[in-house]
Each structure stands twice: as structure tokens, then as C-alpha cells.
């Protein structure tokens, strides 16, 4: 195999870029297509800090061999969101001291989302096992926690 | 309590948008045009000399651009830690460190490093080079390495066999006199494990020289300004002509990096050198396990006599860590360890003797609680085992011999607040400690108990360690607020406290203040981020700096609304006269007619004004801090399966008393932070080696981290007993969550099975054993 053009939709636009057979989607993201909010804190899969979401589901990209993306629609952190528009997610991390050195914000983010985009409400287990791949060495998950439900509240009533 | 503005309450986070929406730039985001990529060799061995090296084909791969070697790297001794940079006198810093080295000490050591222009090309090139190696005897265990017999690791260690720099020695009273005196003595030596600071983003450096030999690089370092001096030395290049900064985020510290990213900055700036580009090195998590400092592990042993009342009476404390092949910090560690195991009960009689030892294994340093750890875990383990001898219940015992304001104490600054009996009442009312023994029912398999530890910590690092803060407050022509000061944000919130801070004593809303950090061509000195220091003392630099721009602003003001200053205060940016009606008063507004009568201007006017007249307002703080000692008492609930022996950490409420939180929700989360890596240093987390000195725990998936699903109901109480020496009256808080939380859950575990453990971390396979009858081990 040799390199290919990958074609699919990146945060909401049609995106293209040439492609390795050995890239995986993490070192795409990053290095390719300059989205630095997808962090790499292991590469093996381990730690959830390159989490995006693939055709609705959380991935760990770091293990996704980027030509699997062909056709996927692919959210990252700097689709969902931005000042004036935060998600949800965003706002309530910022509000109730969720982030600290913010290494495993994103990912953990995008982990969360890709569970409040399928279930509205979820129980704190539920939450817990959402984010149990993504490691946070700084908040000892409390504030996390609490966020991720603050913000399922948050979409419900905004419905 | 006084009210604040600013200063007390939780607002969101400076840097939390940009966090939050993958903006932030980290080291490891860092690119450069034209930026090559470093990777480097290790050594399989845990001691070998080097025979032989040969980087002829790594050089002739296409796309390789730089090799680096002993060969051809400065010969020159340095210590990865920043300790080199602030050891003060008598004591000398320990320098056994090059960049690399002929000869190599531990799995991991560094052999040589290639730069190329992708990552996959320097592995390859990596694969070419040659090195021939002749084993070396090894040792692993501290009480080993200073047997006659152990292999030299190090040859210049003045205090004994591979001790690496001085024997830390605390003696307070008489102790012989001490224990004869005393009714009840208990004995015990306890093992600590080796464990790692896990922070998120690995080690990583973007170093960059200029054709004008000026050296530039971006860094995860938790000390810049240290860090440059490092460099400096090692290339032989002015202070004035490097410039480091981090980008400006760093992934977490927790100790790893105080001081240079292992050794990914220098040899990012010696490639850089020779390839004449810019280079990047990015740790794997692997090499980040294997290379970049540990915990300290070790024996740590206490011997604690009282009188029949339980009055504490005398107490030996005695350490030897496993220092690893380098020193690092190996001997601030153990001095810490003595320090704060010395300070928390009043005790008439007491004895210090702790070092560090070498041996084959990853380096040991700092990590979050930097020794206090493993002193509090044995100490208040015994402490509880003294309470039963006695027949006292442990709080009441604690309670009896802690620390109290102005008590006589080994360290060299006063005692001048304590929360801790309230961190201790209000602690045993939130975890209901008169459940305790009244919380198994006969015959069950999962057994519950409650347990408690207590300590105290710094606020700093002086006078052990060089340790000051600069900061400067420039009033900008509009009346906003820049503020410069060189420490990082590891993650603890600083880049937000000190604006709050700044704020506060300026009157100013936070809205108007903005930060310059981590970074030493645009903030004046700073020793960094560590010892729990930076709100406290990096804060108190910033307050002496806004107090003098207010003075300053003050003054002017005076003149312009012709006042004397002392009339004046500041509120939401608005100079007024005080007591005076401002109803009518046209500052602000943008209308003031010359000559009409003034009660009150704008700073943004006043600024403005002062412009006009060839002036600016800056402020300059420039202090050495006092230090404090924060407190804590933390209460553990478990839950131990009698049929798996798995301890399940139901949960933890950890009081402390932080003297003030600048912004309480940061100070819960540092606390929440702590007390989970507390409970992983208690229940899961371990290094261990092979017979090879290979770890066995260098991956994330081996390393047994706690997840979302593990963590016990956490809560932060926090107590404010107003610290004289600190701003608006707060003390270090950091790192003291991590501190009493393996006693207080050991002590919980006691309680539930009656078995007392002597080492950590109580894994399912160690407690399970215990059960089934082999009983705890012992050291
Ligand atoms: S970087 Fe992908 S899981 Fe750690
Ligand atoms: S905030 Fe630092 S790892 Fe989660």
C-alpha cells in the first residue's frame, strides 16, 4: 500500500489530506491538519487524551490507522464549540473547576459527548464508565464528574 | 472574615477557554519551521561501560541531520534537577550527570540522541548505531548498595558507600534520656514503594540556537528560570543569551520537572547545535516511566516513646532511600522527609538520620509531597498502634500531642498557625467517626473500617533551598494591569491567582489584569513552581508589587484630585476621595471640564494623564518568602473483601487548613487531586524491577493508575486559620493532599481486619496473603 488521499468530514467540513498506510488518525489530526486540541499523552491507547469522535462513537485516534477514516465523520474538540457558542460540556468545565492542566481536557470532553449524544440522561456509573479510558492525573475526577452531569442537565433544559 | 473583591472567590479559570476548546499550546504542540525531530538511545543494561559506539551508518540514512554521543556533547557535570541552582551554602550541590556519559547506570540511561526529519527516520537511524557494552555488577535494593561488597555507582560520596551528598541529621533534646523515660515505645520499620508522577504530557523540549548562538527553548520545565541557568552551565553559553519558556501550558508536573524535562532540553539544544535547526524531542510514556525521576522508595524507620497519658516523648525517625543512579534530588528528599516527620506532634526528645542511596534504578526526585509521604505513612501508622498499646482513642491521642502556635519546633521558622485540631473535629464529624468499631456485623466478608492521618507540609522551600520571587505590576496607558512573574503554570491555577491577587490589592476587576508567565526573557527571576510555593510565595512578590504600583497611582491621584493619598481608595477602577458623595462627579464619563472640582478619576484617565506627562506606574515586587506550615487530616472509610483481599476506598474527607483560599474552588481541586494520587501511593501504584533492573510497570496499562471508576466520594474541607506571612493570609496547599492519605487508609484498614501493614501499596495479592494467614510482612 502506499499513500493515499483520505477524504472525510472533519468537524463539519469535507476534509482532504494525503495519508501514510502506517499514520495513525491522531498524528493526521495533529501534524497534518494542525488540530492541536487532540492530545497525545501515550500513543498506545491508554490514557484518552486523543480521544475524537468517529461516526458518533469516542476513539482513542492514537490506535486508529487513519485510512479507517475514509468517509467517517470526524468531531474534535475545536468542532464543538467556541466562544459565544461553548457546548455545554465546555461551559460547565470551565465553571466548575473541571480543568486544571487541561492535558486531558479535550479528550475528556469529546468522551463525554459522544455519551450525552446518545443518552440525555445518564447515571453517575454511566458517567464514570464513559471517561474511565481517559486519564486524569490532576482532578482526581471529582469536579469532572460533576461537570459532565451538570451538562446533561444543561442540554435537557435547553431542549 | 474580611470580605474581598476578588480574592476569595472561585471565578473561572484564565486559562480555562482556552483549555477547554484545544487552544492551548503545550510543549508538545510546540512546531518550528524547518524543526527536526530528536530521538534517543537508552541502554538495555542497568550498568555497563561503554566499549564501543559507532554512528557511521545512522549519520548516512538520508534525512538524518545530527548524532549526538559522549564523543562529541560537552563534558561537562550537571544535575538534571534544579537543585544545582539553589543548594545553599555549606552544602554543595551533587553534579554526577553528563549528558551522556561512557558509562551507563540504569535501563534507560541515555547513549546518544539523532535528530532527523521525521520521527520514524531517527528510530531508524537509532537501530543503526552500534554500541558494544561490558556488563557491570549491579544493585537494586538501598541497604544492598551500601554493603562493601555492592558495585560503585558513584565514586565521590564523602559519607559512605554510594551515599549520594550529605547525611541529613535532626537532633532535637536528649533522646537516649528521652525513651528511658518513657512508659510505652513501639518500634517498626516500614517499605515504601517506588512510584511515578504520571503526569499527562510527557517529557519534552523545542530547543532552537540562532546563527547569533542565542539559545531559545520551549519546555515543560516547572522552574524556567532555574532551568536556563542549567543550560548555561552545560554549554557554556551567558544566562543573558538563553531564553526558556513554556508555550506557556505544561501537562502536569507534580515534581517530574523541576529543574530540566529529564534531560529532553539539553539534548534538544545540543542537536539543535550541531544540525544548525531547530529540534524537538517529545518523551514516549515508556521512556517518560523508564527515564525521567521516580518517587523515592526505601525504609523508613520509627521508633515513638510516651508516657503512660500519652504524652509523646521522644522520637527516632531514620531513612534510606533508593536514590536510583542519580541524584537528582536525593538529598533534599530525605531532609524533608526528616523536616516534616519531626513537625507535626510536639515531642521534647527527637532524632533525624536519613539519606538516599544509589543504586541501578531510575533516578529517584521529586514528586508531589517530596519525602513527606514517606514519613507520614509510618509515623501515623505507629502513632495508632502507640494509641491502642495505650488504650486512647487515636483522635483523642492526635489531638494531645499536635502541634500548637508557637510551640518549640526543629524548623528554622515559627509555627505562627494552626488549623489542624479543626481539620481534625470537623474531619471526624464529616466521616462519622463514632461509627467506628460499630461498623461490621459478625460473620461478614466485606469488612469495613475507618482510619486517620494528619501532617503538615511547607509553603516553600526557604531556608532549605535558595528560594525568591520577583514580580513586576505595569500600569498600561489605558489603565489596565500587565503583570510579569517568571513561575509556570503547572496546572495549579497560578495563572489565575495571581492575577487575583494583583487585582485585589489594586482594586481593580480581574477583567483588567493580565498575566506574563513562565517565560525568562519577559519576567524577571523566579525559582519556579515546587514545594507548594508558588500562590504563597510568587504571590507574595506580586502583592509588594501591586502595593507599590497602588502607592504610585495613589500618590499621582493625589496631586491630580489634590488630596493627600492617604484619602484615596480604589474600587472597580475608579480613584475616589473617601467619605465623599460621588454623585455628580464627571470621572468616567468621558465630560470632565478643565478647572471643574474632582472627587474621583479613572485610572484609565489618570493613566492616560500620566502618559501625557512622560510617566508610567510600575510596580516592583522583589521578596525572599517566610514559610508556613499548611495542615491536614484526612479520614478514610474502607471496605476490605476478606475472600479477594481487595480494598475498596469508599471514601476520604480531607480537611485542611490552607490559611486562605484565594480561589476555593482551585484549592478543592488541588486537595482532590492529591488525595487521589494518596490513595493510588496507598492501594495500587507501583515500580518494580526485574532481576535485570527492568520495570515492569512502564506503560499506563501496567502502571495501575486509578480511573474514573475507582475514585472513592472525596471531600475538601477547607479551613482558613489566616497565616500572618502570607497573601491576604494563604499557605501552600499543593502538594499536602497526597500527604496523609496512605496512613490514614492503612489505619482504616487496621481497623477493619486487624492487620497492620508495614508496606504499601495494599494490593489485593499482598492483603489477600495476609489474610489467608502468612500475616503482614515485615521489614
Ligand atoms: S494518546 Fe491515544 S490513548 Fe493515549
Ligand atoms: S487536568 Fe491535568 S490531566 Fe486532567
Redesign the interface.
Known sequence: MSAKILTFTLNGETTKVMVEPSDMLVDVLRDKLNLIGVKKGCGQGECGACTVIMNGEAVTSCIVPAMKAEGAVVETVEGIGGPGKYHPLQESFMDLGAIQCGFCTPGMIMSAKALLDQNEQPTREEIREAISGNICRCTGYVKIEEAVSAAAKQIKEGK | MKKYNVVGH?V??L????????????S??FTLPGMLYGKVLRSPYAHAKIVNIDTTEAEKLPGVKAVTTYRNTPREIFNTSATMTFTVPALKPVLDQYIFDNVVRYVGDEVAAVAAVSE?IAEEALQLIKVEYEELPTVFDPLEAMKPEAPVIHADCGEGKNIPGEIIKIPVGDLKKGFEECDVIIEKRFLLPIVK??????QAAVAQVGVDGKITVWSTTQTPHPTRMIIAKIFGVPNSKIRVLNPP??????GVRIGLSAKAEPIAVALAMQAGKPVKIVY??KEDFIASDTRHGGYVTVKLGAKKDGTFHALDLRAALNGGAYCSFSTETPGVLGAMGLSVYRIPNQSYFGHSVYTNTTPAGAMRGFGNPQAMFPIESVVDMLAEELGMDPLELRLKNIMKVGDPWCLPYPCNSTGLAECIEKGAKSIGWERRGRLNQPGAKKLRGIGVGVGTHCSNSWPFCVDYDNAIVTVQQDGSIHLASGVPD????TSTALPQLAAEVLGVKLEEVSLTFGDTLSTPFDIGSHASRTCYAAGTAVVAAAKDARKQLLEYAGDFLKVSPERLEIKDSLIYITGQELVGDCAGTGVCQSGEERKSVTLQELAYHAHLRNKQFIGVGRIVPENAPPWHAHFAEVEVDTETGQVKVIKVVAAHDVGKAINP??V??QI??????GVGYAVTEEIRYDAKGRQLHN???KYM?L???D?PE?EAILIEANEPSGPFGAKGVGEAGLVPTAGAISNAVYNATGLRFYDIPLTEEKVFKALKGDGPATY
Request: cysteine-free; charged content about 20%.
Open positions: 472561585s473561572r479559570r486559562d480555562a477557554a482556552e483549555k477547554a476548546t484545544g487552544t492551548a499550546m503545550f508538545t504542540d520514524e508522577q504520571v503526569q499527562m504530557e510527557t501550558y505544561v501537562g502536569g508536573g507534580f514516549s510514556r503547572i496546572g495549579t491555577g474552588i482551585i478543592e481541586g482532590e487531586g492529591g488525595v487521589l494520587q506503560s499506563l496499562h493508575l480511573t474514573a471508576e475514585v472525596i
